[in-house]
């Protein structure tokens, strides 16, 4: 080919890139390094795109019009937020994409990131594992399988197209009077670091030579993960819910701050601020701390996200003066704000502030560079859409044995006999008859508690696909031996039972956030009927099911052998394989149990400590040679 005719050739195409508007852009192009990409981009961004990206609002608004026309960055699904009841992952995926689809509509085609609670795996999805929460986690001070528990997370989160979860929470939870004390892995920071070995789980292991305190999200078969609740939200005054961490600076860092650090070191993406407030400050509104200590000091390149309405509770009334909100929140340095159904109200007030110079544009581009850099990471500009070749990862046999063995090491055996010569554990599988009582021997939405389907959980057994307790111990005993069950059965049918032996199953109802706060932290009745019926006249086991330790010094004498089983998720087969010796109790205490309420709060270390069974406790056995 002649010089005129390669000439021609390129003038052709010169012109057919400026006809088609095909004009380079490298933020398109993934061989440019992140920071290129994001710098390009924010360059070409209007004011009305720029704050776009700071909204995330709750998917039953996310129409198509409203991410074309107002730019938004991100949607979420609050807790029991679904397509369809029982909503197959095809139908997730969907939905997710039908919204993403919209958004790469717009004239830069900026790909929104879909998030959820993914808390204890993904309890929002049916049919989805449900892993035992935090504060059972937490016993196995095993940082492996938390990991593996966060990979089995991400693929089944994956499964349903989303790739963005707000997990974990590292609250360090200080009173077990707390609604959310369930969700924190330990009164001790140091149990709480250890269990952050999920993060590199969710989104995949940090490259050697990757930049330090960079968020990384490894690939499509991991998602951004979120460090929750910065910080202090589990050393609330009386463990009351949002409220006042009354503490030092020094107390702060040295009790709460620890686990951000590890967090921030293994790649964590984004950080939610907490609803509490530090010594009478919001932390929705503390600039100090999230952008002076976080952002500055800690070197966090992710972005930090509201919590739901979280700017609103700024002010007491929530929304009093939301002008004032909208300047405290962003202004202490939220990124994304979790509006989640007013965003026009939002957008508003924040556009009026920059232009009249009350929030620079310095803090905009901040914010935006700052979510446009995880996009970028997780790859969301090159595969904006979900597919289909993960849905057989949701609620898997293989993440349903990974959750079994969760449970295994999750339970503490904290008494074994009225007398340590003589355990009562592990039974026999044959016998002639055994009783099975309680509330919560054939509930898998007790045993599942909050966050699990709904927000606040549900009670029965029609919630998602899982194994009762009740289940568990017919699938595990002798076909000879006859499992009588009875919810709440009187002293006299028990007296009258010929039973070798009994399991009481009680504890509390599912609950989450405020709801669970509790001044007397009792078992729910009947329960407590239940345990004075059964035990003392027949040899019993009471599997307490809560999400922290509960009064039970009142019972103890009556009682021959006590099991804190936490709230073990939708894998009930791993209590029986403890309480019929295929597997040996081995876990450890990380709250300590109190002897009554009015010592609270009581964490091990204080001066004033005298429990009834200390941090750390918790009686072993050995598999059972029968097995």
């Known amino acids: 080919m002649g010089k005129h005719s390669i000439l021609l050739l390129g003038v052709t195409l010169v012109c057919l890139l ?154 360090v939870c200080r009173d077990p009077r707390w609604g959310r004390c369930y969700e924190s892995y330990s009164e001790d920071h140091r149990i709480v670091q250890m269990m952050t070995n999920i993060i590199p789980g969710l989104q995949g292991d940090v490259p050697a030579n990757y930049p330090k305190r960079f968020p990384f999200v490894s690939g499509r078969r991991n998602i951004a993960g979120c460090a929750k609740h910065f910080v202090g939200d589990g050393g609330t005054t009386r463990g009351i819910n949002e409220n006042n961490t009354v503490i030092s600076l020094n107390g702060l860092l040295s009790i709460h701050m620890p686990a951000y650090i590890d967090s921030i070191n293994k790649g964590v993406a984004t950080v939610m601020v907490s609803y509490s407030s530090w010594n009478g400050i919001k932390m929705h509104a503390n600039r100090n701390l999230v952008t002076g200590f976080l952002k500055n000091k800690l070197k966090f390149r992710g972005f930090v996200i509201s919590d739901w309405q979280g700017i609103d509770r700024i002010t007491s009334p929530p929304h009093a003066n939301y002008s004032y909100s909208v300047q405290a929140g962003v202004q202490a340095g939220i990124d994304m704000v979790m509006i989640p159904y007013t965003y026009k109200e939002f957008i508003d007030d924040l556009k009026i502030q920059i232009k009249n110079n009350i929030i620079p544009m310095s803090r905009i581009n901040d914010a935006v560079r700052r979510i446009l850099r995880v996009k970028f990471i997780m790859g969301l500009f090159e595969k904006p859409y979900a597919d289909y070749s993960l849905v057989n990862e949701l609620g898997s046999q293989e993440h349903r044995e990974l959750a079994r063995e969760a449970v295994r090491k999750s339970l503490v055996l904290l008494k074994n006999g009225k007398s340590a010569y003589k355990p009562l554990l592990p039974f026999p599988k044959k016998a002639p008859k055994i009783l099975v009582a309680g509330t919560h021997a054939d509930n898998l939405g007790y045993q599942c508690g909050g966050w699990t389907i709904q927000w606040q959980g549900v009670s029965g057994n029609d919630l998602t696909q899982g194994t009762t307790i009740l289940t568990a111990v017919k699938n595990t005993v002798d076909r000879t031996t006859e499992v009588i069950f009875n919810e709440n059965p009187d002293a006299n049918f028990v007296k009258s039972g010929g039973f070798s032996y009994a399991i ?33 006249v027949v040899k019993c086991v009471v599997v307490l099911i809560s999400g922290r330790p509960l009064v039970i010094r009142p019972y103890l004498g009556k009682i021959d052998a006590l099991v804190a089983a936490w709230l073990p998720g939708t894998e009930g087969q791993g209590v029986a394989d403890l309480l019929f010796g295929d597997y040996g109790f081995t876990g450890k205490l990380a709250r300590t149990w109190f002897k009554s309420v009015d010592q609270l709060p009581m964490n091990v270390g204080d001066r004033h400590y005298d429990p009834l069974f200390p941090f750390g406790f918790g009686l072993t056995t050995k598999p059972s040679k029968e097995n």
């Open 18 to 171: 400026i006809a088609t508007g095909a004009e380079y852009m490298k933020y398109k192009d993934p061989k440019q390094p992140v920071n290129v990409r994001v710098k390009d981009l924010l360059s070409r961004m209007t004011l009305d795109e720029k704050i776009g990206q700071m909204v995330q609002i709750e998917r039953q608004v996310a129409s198509a019009d409203v991410m074309k026309n107002y730019f938004i960055g991100s949607v979420l699904s609050g807790g029991g937020s679904v397509p369809a009841p029982k909503a197959s992952p095809e139908t997730w995926i969907n939905m997710v994409n039908e919204i993403q689809k919209a958004s790469l509509s717009t004239r830069l085609g900026i790909p929104m990131i879909y998030g959820i609670d993914a808390v204890h795996g993904h309890n929002n999805v049916y049919n989805a594992t449900i892993f035992p929460h935090n504060v059972g986690l937490g016993v196995t001070r095993d940082p492996e399988l938390v990991k593996r528990i966060g990979a089995a997370t991400a693929l089944e989160v994956r499964a349903t197209g989303i790739p963005y979860a707000f997990a974990p929470c590292i609250a």
């Open 504 to 536: 009481v199953v009680v504890g509390e109802p599912p609950y989450a956030e405020t709801f669970g706060d509790s001044t007397n932290l009792t078992i729910t009745e009947p329960g407590i009927t239940a345990i004075n019926n059964v035990c003392g």
